[in-house]
C-alpha cells in the first residue's frame, strides 16, 4: 500500500492531502502545533484557487463563509486619490469562470480539516515535531517515532526544515513588516470592495470577511530601523510614523490596527530543484514569496493538484511523479515569486518616475480589462 507523509497542517498540507486521497492515496498529516489552526486574518483566493477548490467539492461550504468584493479598487495613500478599479463582478466572473473570493484564513482551513476528517484515507496527527527527513523517506519525530514512507511532502512553510534536505538557503527579509486585524463590520467601515491604499514604503489592504461580519486590514511598511539579526524594528511607533502622512482615512485606519504582534515579510529565491529522493516541496517551502500578488495560498493550492494529478498519472510511481510535478511547477511559481517582488517595487516607488507612470497605466485601463490578470488567473497547465 502507498502512504504519503505530509510534514505541515496548514493550507498546502491540508489541501494536499485532499487532493492525494480522492485520487487513490493513503496519506498521512504530521502538523507539529498541539492543534491544527492558522495564524493571521484575511486570506485571498483568485479564480486559479478556487477552480482547484471547487473540484475537490469545498465550493459551496466556502461559498457560506466568505466574501464575494464587486471591485478591487487602488487608491494612493498619501493623497486619497482613486487611482484605478478591477471589475470583480459578473464580467470577471464569465472571464474567468470562478469569482474572487476572500476569507478568514481560520475559516478557510476548517473547511479543509472538515473534509480531510471525514475522508478514510487521511490521518491526522498533531504535536508531532519533524527533526530530521532523508531522501530515502525516513522521518523522525523528537519523541522518537520514524515513518518509513513512499513518499513525503515537506509543506512545513517558510522556515521549512524538509528544505535543508534539498538546499541550504535562507529566507530573504525584505526589510517590510505588516500588522494584522480584523474590526467587526459597523456603518463607518462596510463595503462590498476590497481597497488597496499604496504609497510610498507603504501600502493598507482592506476587505470585508466571514459573511461581511468582520472586516480585514493590513498595514504594511519598510522599517528604516531594520538591521539583520535584530528583532527591534517594525515597532509599533514606526507603523504610526510611517502612515504619518497619509490621508486621513488611512490614518484613522491604521490607528485601529492591533499592534500586539507583527509580521515581518520574507522570501527566498527560486531555485531549481524541489526533490530529492522520496522527498518534494510544496507551497512556501518550495516557493516562498512576497504577498504583493496574493499568491501564496493559491500558489500552495495549485501545487496540491498538480502533484495529485501526476501521482495519479504515474500510478503512485514516486520518482516519475515527483519529477513531473517539479518541472511543471517550477517555472510558474518561479515567475509568480519575481513579478511579486517587481510589483511590490512598483506599489511602494517613491521617485518621480515609476509612480507616474504606475498611475498612468492604472487611470488608462478599463475595469473589466483583465488582459494583465490572464497569465495569473486562468488554467494553469
Same mark, same amino acid.
Given at each position: 500500500?502507498?502512504?504519503?507523509?505530509?510534514?505541515?497542517?496548514?493550507?498546502?498540507?491540508?489541501?494536499?492531502?485532499?487532493?492525494?486521497?480522492?485520487?487513490?492515496?493513503?496519506?498521512?498529516?504530521?502538523?507539529?502545533?498541539?492543534?491544527?489552526?492558522?495564524?493571521?486574518?484575511?486570506?485571498?483566493?483568485?479564480?486559479?484557487?478556487?477552480?482547484?477548490?471547487?473540484?475537490?467539492?469545498?465550493?459551496?461550504?466556502?461559498?457560506?463563509?466568505?466574501?464575494?468584493?464587486?471591485?478591487?479598487?487602488?487608491?494612493?495613500?498619501?493623497?486619497?486619490?482613486?487611482?484605478?478599479?478591477?471589475?470583480?463582478?459578473?464580467?470577471?466572473?464569465?472571464?474567468?469562470?470562478?469569482?474572487?473570493?476572500?476569507?478568514?484564513?481560520?475559516?478557510?482551513?476548517?473547511?479543509?480539516?472538515?473534509?480531510?476528517?471525514?475522508?478514510? =484515507?487521511?490521518?491526522?496527527?498533531?504535536?508531532?515535531?519533524?527533526?530530521?527527513?532523508?531522501?530515502?523517506?525516513?522521518?523522525?519525530?523528537?519523541?522518537?517515532?520514524?515513518?518509513?514512507?513512499?513518499?513525503?511532502?515537506?509543506?512545513?512553510?517558510?522556515?521549512?526544515?524538509?528544505?535543508?534536505?534539498?538546499?541550504?538557503?535562507?529566507?530573504?527579509?525584505?526589510?517590510?513588516?505588516?500588522?494584522?486585524?480584523?474590526?467587526?463590520?459597523?456603518?463607518?467601515?462596510?463595503?462590498?470592495?476590497?481597497?488597496?491604499?499604496?504609497?510610498?514604503?507603504?501600502?493598507?489592504?482592506?476587505?470585508?470577511?466571514?459573511?461581511?461580519?468582520?472586516?480585514?486590514?493590513?498595514?504594511?511598511?519598510?522599517?528604516?530601523?531594520?538591521?539583520?539579526?535584530?528583532?527591534?524594528?517594525?515597532?509599533?511607533?514606526?507603523?504610526?510614523?510611517?502612515?504619518?502622512?497619509?490621508?486621513?482615512?488611512?490614518?484613522?485606519?491604521?490607528?485601529?490596527?492591533?499592534?500586539?504582534?507583527?509580521?515581518?515579510?520574507?522570501? =527566498?529565491?527560486?531555485?531549481?530543484?524541489?526533490?530529492?529522493?522520496?522527498?518534494?516541496?510544496?507551497?512556501?517551502?518550495?516557493?516562498?514569496?512576497?504577498?504583493?500578488?496574493?499568491?501564496?495560498?493559491?500558489?500552495?493550492?495549485?501545487?496540491?493538484?498538480?502533484?495529485? =494529478?501526476?501521482?495519479?498519472?504515474?500510478?503512485?510511481?514516486?520518482?516519475?511523479?515527483?519529477?513531473?510535478?517539479?518541472?511543471?511547477?517550477?517555472?510558474?511559481?518561479?515567475?509568480?515569486?519575481?513579478?511579486?517582488?517587481?510589483?511590490?517595487?512598483?506599489?511602494?516607488?517613491?521617485?518621480?518616475?515609476?509612480?507616474?507612470?504606475?498611475?498612468?497605466?492604472?487611470? =488608462?485601463?478599463?475595469?473589466?480589462?483583465?488582459?494583465?490578470?490572464?497569465?495569473?488567473?486562468?488554467?494553469?497547465?
Amino acid at each position: 500500500m502507498t502512504m504519503f507523509l505530509i510534514i505541515g497542517g496548514g493550507i498546502g498540507g491540508m489541501t494536499t492531502a485532499l487532493a492525494l486521497a480522492q485520487a487513490g492515496f493513503d496519506v498521512h498529516v504530521a502538523e507539529q502545533a498541539p492543534r491544527f489552526g492558522e495564524i493571521g486574518a484575511g486570506i485571498q483566493l483568485a479564480p486559479n484557487a478556487m477552480r482547484i477548490l471547487e473540484r475537490l467539492g469545498l465550493r459551496p461550504t466556502l461559498d457560506e463563509v466568505s466574501v464575494q468584493p464587486r471591485n478591487l479598487v487602488f487608491m494612493h495613500a498619501d493623497t486619497g486619490k482613486r487611482l484605478g478599479v478591477v471589475d470583480l463582478g459578473p464580467a470577471f466572473r464569465r472571464h474567468f469562470g470562478q469569482a474572487y473570493t476572500v476569507l478568514h484564513r481560520g475559516d478557510l482551513l476548517e473547511v479543509l480539516l472538515a473534509a480531510c476528517r471525514a475522508n478514510p =484515507r487521511i490521518t491526522l496527527e498533531t504535536g508531532r515535531e519533524m527533526v530530521a527527513v532523508s531522501a530515502d523517506g525516513e522521518v523522525r519525530f523528537a519523541d522518537g517515532t520514524l515513518y518509513r514512507c513512499d513518499g513525503v511532502v515537506g509543506a512545513d512553510g517558510l522556515w521549512s526544515r524538509t528544505r535543508k534536505l534539498i538546499c541550504d538557503d535562507e529566507p530573504i527579509c525584505a526589510q517590510y513588516v505588516a500588522y494584522r486585524g480584523t474590526l467587526p463590520t459597523t456603518s463607518a467601515v462596510e463595503q462590498d470592495d476590497e481597497v488597496i491604499w499604496i504609497g510610498p514604503d507603504k501600502h493598507l489592504v482592506q476587505y470585508p470577511i466571514r459573511r461581511g461580519e468582520l472586516y480585514n486590514q493590513v498595514a504594511v511598511f519598510r522599517s528604516r530601523r531594520f538591521r539583520p539579526g535584530t528583532d527591534d524594528w517594525g515597532t509599533p511607533e514606526e507603523l504610526t510614523e510611517a502612515f504619518a502622512a497619509s490621508c486621513e482615512e488611512v490614518r484613522s485606519s491604521v490607528a485601529l490596527m492591533p499592534t500586539d504582534r507583527r509580521w515581518p515579510m520574507y522570501d =527566498r529565491l527560486p531555485i531549481a530543484t524541489w526533490t530529492k529522493g522520496r522527498v518534494t516541496l510544496l507551497g512556501d517551502a518550495a516557493h516562498p514569496m512576497l504577498q504583493y500578488l496574493a499568491q501564496g495560498a493559491c500558489q500552495a493550492i495549485e501545487d496540491a493538484a498538480c502533484l495529485a =494529478r501526476h501521482l495519479a498519472k504515474h500510478g503512485g510511481d514516486v520518482a516519475e511523479a515527483f519529477a513531473g510535478y517539479q518541472a511543471e511547477r517550477g517555472p510558474r511559481t518561479g515567475q509568480v515569486q519575481t513579478v511579486a517582488r517587481a510589483w511590490g517595487e512598483i506599489w511602494h516607488a517613491g521617485d518621480l518616475v515609476i509612480p507616474a507612470l504606475r498611475d498612468r497605466v492604472f487611470a =488608462r485601463r478599463a475595469a473589466d480589462d483583465y488582459t494583465d490578470l490572464d497569465w495569473l488567473y486562468q488554467e494553469a497547465l
